[in-house]
Nanobody
Framework: QVQLVESGGGLVQPGGSLRLSCAAS????????MGWYRQVPGNARELVAT???????KDADSVKGRFTISRDDAKKTVYLQMTSLKPDDTAVYYC???????????????????WGRGTVVTVSS
């Protein structure tokens, strides 16, 4: 089974920090863009940040200067370092991997898109 698993969410006070991690598992050969999205109940899932294979990053305007995305290809893991957290950052955070090449049941699949199940981040006093 090829999957992504997020970790690191929790309750934090405004102005605090959290680091989210997302590890890919299974017979994965390669991964293209990795990223983080977040979703508040009743709202659409929105892009937070992405990072390409060469390290190129894109951040949503709402998190620029506060969040930093990074990846460790050896560990097949993407991270989101969040600082100066605000109550508006409260959401379920999902990681995604695009352009995934993987083997399942001895069959090679290309250009798969994977999503984690989400980790809850609550910013509150």
């Amino acid at each position: 089974q090829v999957q992504l698993v997020e970790s690191g969410g929790g309750l934090v006070q405004p102005g605090g920090s959290l680091r989210l991690s997302c590890a890919a598992s299974g017979e994965i050969i390669g991964i293209g863009v990795m990223g983080w999205y977040r979703q508040v109940p009743g709202n659409a899932r929105e892009l937070v940040a992405t990072i390409d294979v060469d390290g190129t990053t894109k951040d949503a305007d709402s998190v620029k200067g506060r969040f930093t995305i990074s990846r460790d290809d050896a560990k097949k893991t993407v991270y989101l370092q969040m600082t100066s957290l605000k109550p508006d950052d409260t959401a379920v955070y999902y990681c995604t991997a695009q352009g995934v090449t993987a083997v399942e049941n001895d069959v090679l699949y290309r250009n798969q898109e994977l999503w984690g199940r989400g980790t809850v981040v609550t910013v509150s006093s």
